[in-house]
């Protein structure tokens, strides 16, 4: 199995032996296209690939046209649509049976949580995954798979600005990359991506010459990204601007945009508009700064909506895949129940188990309540002054320290709007009206007719305390 990667490797499921040629040559014209990142005619092509794997029921094909939609859609920061392919593409991992393209599926919907900055939840999935890698049977593939969630491992702490452990697993994937005796394309594209990275964390980290030194040394790996080779240039761009070169960050800044935005990568085109606008601020360039301000705070918006509609439907998937271990477990337990028709004796036993299974379950959960709270307890300072700030980042922050929070909401109301689940948020945390008035900047009268209007939504008694209920619901099981 090969490895072709933009930024986070992408697996070749063709098996030459049983793919029909017509469908391999579509597959290795998907992967230029990711390369050239252009993602528009990637979908297009998938969805011919998906088709004609559909018409011959060639299974593998079936499974690398649903990734490559989901990976084409993830780039385009289509969350809700790229975890819509993954979904499709679980049944058919599991006829084929391999652990490997289970673990590329999770790596994807770890980059789906990552980019609407849940980055717990895409931690938890890459270091589960990174155990289950271990058991692979072809040593290539396994350090393949290794490299590629320790990459994403390390992009997740780069996004919550741990740089220590961002370093610290970037230097672990370098370790991985040494140990097959070959390099191939996927390991030299795991190498590049984590040397920038570390350029990242230094920059970060105000050392400018160890960034500098990965830069150079990303530059020098025997692979191009093509159209989105703009994170080299990006860093080179905030490299000359820390040593005050001006005219060389802004030059390198131009080629990261006009790359970028082939790659139509706007996540990329935000923060670089950011970034060269603030260097012409600092030179004097009003009309320059201006320009890039203004092209910035009109990208900004329109990617708040696509955030807030990514952010509703994760949340979904979210709830989803809690409930899962529960229709698990209530199918067991019917299981156990019918068998027990076949005699006393048995029902004995299967009670006595019961009884001595929950109270083991208990136990467990008591121990992780414990822990549990202790986090919650570190975390609810930063949250709460989160809120204060009235920082874009607190809804996020607030559903990685809460994660049962909205979905339970979400169950009541399904058409909860991401600024009224932000309000649920600061009554949750016991905010007064005065103090929502005062952090959202609104009228006192304003925010107690809110109040009443959730009321209605959420069903609540004129005679409940909301504060109150809003606890209760949190603490449901």
């Keep these: ?65 649903y990734y490559n939609l989901a990976l084409a859609f993830s780039l385009q920061y289509r969350y809700n649509k790229s975890n819509h392919y993954l979904k499709m593409m679980e049944p058919e991992f599991k006829k084929a049976n391999d652990e490997d393209q289970e673990i590329a599926m999770n790596i994807l919907y770890s980059i789906n949580y990552r980019g609407i900055k849940m980055y717990d939840e895409a931690l938890k999935k890459l270091k589960k995954n990174l155990v289950l890698a271990n058991d692979l049977k072809t040593d290539s593939v396994k350090y393949s798979i290794r490299s590629m969630l320790l990459v994403q491992i390390a992009k997740n702490y780069i996004e919550k600005k741990d740089y220590d452990s961002a370093s610290y697993y970037s230097k672990r994937v370098i370790e991985e990359v040494k140990k097959p005796k070959k390099m191939d394309p996927g390991l030299n594209t795991s190498l590049k991506v984590t040397l920038l990275l570390l350029a990242e964390a230094k920059l970060n980290q105000n050392k400018i010459d160890s960034a500098e030194f990965y830069v150079k040394s990303a530059q020098s790996v025997p692979i191009q990204f093509g159209s989105n080779e703009f994170t ?10 820390a040593k005050k070169e001006y005219d060389s960050a802004v030059a390198n800044y131009k080629k990261a945009i006009e790359l970028a935005a082939k790659a139509k990568n706007s996540r990329k085109l935000l923060e670089l508009y950011g970034l060269i606008s603030g260097i012409y601020e600092q030179t004097g360039q009003a009309d320059e700064e201006k320009k890039y301000e203004l092209t910035y705070n009109k990208l900004n918006d329109s990617l708040k909506i696509i955030d807030e509609e990514n952010l509703n439907d994760t949340v979904d998937l979210l709830v989803e895949e809690k409930q899962k271990p529960l229709e698990d477990k209530n199918n067991l337990l019917l299981y156990i129940i019918l068998a027990g028709a076949a005699g006393t004796a048995i029902i004995t036993f299967f009670v006595y188990r019961k009884i001595k299974n929950k109270n083991k379950i208990l136990n467990v959960k008591e121990q992780e309540t414990q822990e549990l709270n202790q986090k919650l307890g570190l975390a609810f300072e930063e949250v709460t002054q989160l809120a204060k700030n009235n920082d874009p980042e607190f809804l996020t922050r607030f559903q990685e320290v809460y994660p049962e929070f909205f979905p339970k909401l979400l169950k009541i109301e399904p058409q909860l709007l991401s600024t009224e689940l932000k309000f649920c948020a600061l009554l949750f945390l016991n905010f007064s009206t005065k103090d929502i008035a005062a952090y959202t900047f609104v009228q006192p009268q304003s925010i107690q007719t ?9 069903n609540i008694p004129s005679d409940e305390d909301i504060y109150l209920w809003m606890k209760n619901i949190n603490d449901a099981v």
């Design 1 to 65: 199995m090969k490895f072709i990667i933009l930024l986070f490797p992408v697996l070749l499921f063709a098996q030459p032996k049983i793919i029909p040629k017509t469908v391999d040559q579509k597959l290795e014209r998907s992967n230029a296209l990711l390369m050239d990142g252009k993602t528009d005619d990637m979908i297009t092509l998938n969805l011919s690939i998906l088709e004609d794997s559909k018409h011959i029921n060639y299974a593998k094909g079936r499974l690398a046209a």
């Design 232 to 241: 080299t240039f990006k860093l080179l761009g905030q490299i000359h601007g």
């Design 450 to 458: 809110r109040k009443n209007r959730l009321r209605k939504k959420l």
